[in-house]
């Protein structure tokens, strides 16, 4: 099965500051998806990016994927203490033509200090 | 914004019990999905379901484990004769069908197998 694997496991900025958090996988995908999760509850959708796309944006998000390397980036500019979260990378397999069976990695989470 | 529903939010049990988790998916949403989390670990996925039967599932979701659509809005996890590594978070998401579709996910139903 295929499983993304972030890196680093935990991130500790100063508010204001940018966040990169990175994604390596093992076989070809579909598409992946970042989510974002708060202590103790569930699991936020950030943003999708196809095999096809190099690069997507959402208000201060910035996501690449590099399909060569097997590779995906979140950065989240100007970071606010209200980002402290855990961040997930799930990619869905480029076989499963119907299943869209995600599978996450361990997360990195990340510390915005005020 | 529709979401996915899970109730209990928090169930304590003891070993050995049946425990019945539900679920209400986004209405139009074809694809469900149970994934779990044990406390400090990474997002597991057991299993998808689609058209009335399961679609994959994962080495954990053994016969301990079974999934139901009951009726046209609920979808439920029962895990049978349940032991203490069972208390984890369960998660339960649903997608519309096709790959490239984001996958919501429901709150959680916190289980604790005392």
């Known amino acids: 099965s295929q499983q993304g694997e972030e890196d680093p496991q935990a991130l500790s900025i100063q508010e204001g500051e940018n966040a990169t958090m990175n994604c390596s996988y093992k076989?070809?995908?579909?598409?992946l998806q970042w989510y974002r999760q708060n202590s103790g509850r569930g699991l936020v959708h950030l943003i999708l990016i196809r095999s096809n796309e190099r690069e997507k944006h959402s208000g201060r998000l910035r996501v690449t994927l590099d399909t060569s390397k097997k590779s995906s980036s979140l950065l989240i500019t100007a970071s606010r203490a209200a980002d402290t979260a855990s961040y997930f990378c799930?990619?869905?397999?480029?076989?499963?033509?119907?299943?869209?069976?995600?599978?996450f990695g361990a997360g990195t989470r990340l510390t915005v200090k005020p | 914004e529709p979401e996915v529903t899970q109730t209990p939010s928090h169930q304590v049990t003891q070993m050995g019990q049946e425990v019945i988790l539900r679920c209400v998916p986004i209405s139009n949403h074809l694809y469900f999905y149970w994934y779990r989390q044990i406390l400090g670990q990474k997002v597991e996925f057991l299993v998808s379901f689609y058209n009335n039967e399961i679609s994959e599932k994962s080495e954990i979701f053994d016969d301990q484990f079974s999934v139901e659509r009951p009726d046209g809005s609920n979808f439920t996890l029962k895990i049978r004769s349940t032991k203490l590594e069972d208390s984890a978070m369960y998660f339960c998401a649903s997608s519309g069908i096709g790959l490239g579709n984001t996958i919501y996910f429901g709150e959680g139903s916190w289980l604790t197998v005392v």
């Open positions: 076989t070809s995908i579909n598409n």
């Open positions: 799930a990619t869905a397999t480029q076989y499963s033509p119907l299943n869209n069976d995600m599978r």
